[in-house]
């Protein structure tokens, strides 16, 4: 997925009134404003009431679900014969502005102040996960030497302490 891809795909969820939000490696580097990286995805998240739209504009241009035995009604992937795939995060918000995330007795969600940052992607103004939230959904599970990058880069920017966990990489 280069930033050219993101970019374009961006601007069309906009043309169609669809807001979503950019996560994941893409959505460390919008923070950071520069690509620190080469990213094999798109991480987004978008609301339920807009996965139609978000399908049909993909099917339109060439995307399929792919990776089929992980999806999940609030978690997918769809991808083309390029290699570009787009993982997709399906919240619900709430009267809150939470972004209920699969089954509501999981209790995960992203929490409002979580869908309130902003970044640019070649220039391009974004919505992104807040720096401090992108942060700790960087925690919790087995960790890689691209998830240290991101993180250390996310807290040296903007002040964030380094995650406990993360410091094993710094030894």
């Known amino acids: 997925m280069t930033a050219a891809d ?3 795909f961006y601007k069309g969820m906009e043309n169609l009134g669809v807001r979503i939000w950019v996560d994941g490696g893409w959505g460390v580097d919008a923070l950071l404003e520069k690509q620190t990286r080469p990213h094999s995805d798109l ?3 978008i609301q339920q009431k807009d996965v139609s739209r978000f399908r049909h504009f993909l099917e339109a ?3 399929k679900e792919i990776k089929l035995e992980i999806a999940r009604p609030h978690n997918f992937v769809m991808g083309d014969d390029e290699g570009r795939e ?3 995060h399906v ?3 709430d009267d809150k502005g939470n972004g209920i995330y699969g089954p509501p007795e999981k209790s995960e969600m992203y929490p409002a102040a979580a869908l309130t940052g902003r970044g640019t992607i070649d220039k391009y103004p974004v919505m992104t996960i807040t720096p401090q939230w992108m942060v700790k959904f960087h925690c919790g599970y087995k960790l890689r030497e691209s998830d240290f990058q991101d993180v250390s880069a996310l807290c040296e920017r903007f002040s964030i302490d380094l995650p406990e966990e993360y410091k094993q990489f710094k030894k």
């Open 61 to 63: 241009r060439g995307y």
């Open 91 to 93: 919240i619900i918000l």
């Open 86 to 88: 787009i993982d997709t």
């Open 43 to 45: 991480d987004i998240a």
């Open 6 to 8: 993101v970019v374009d």
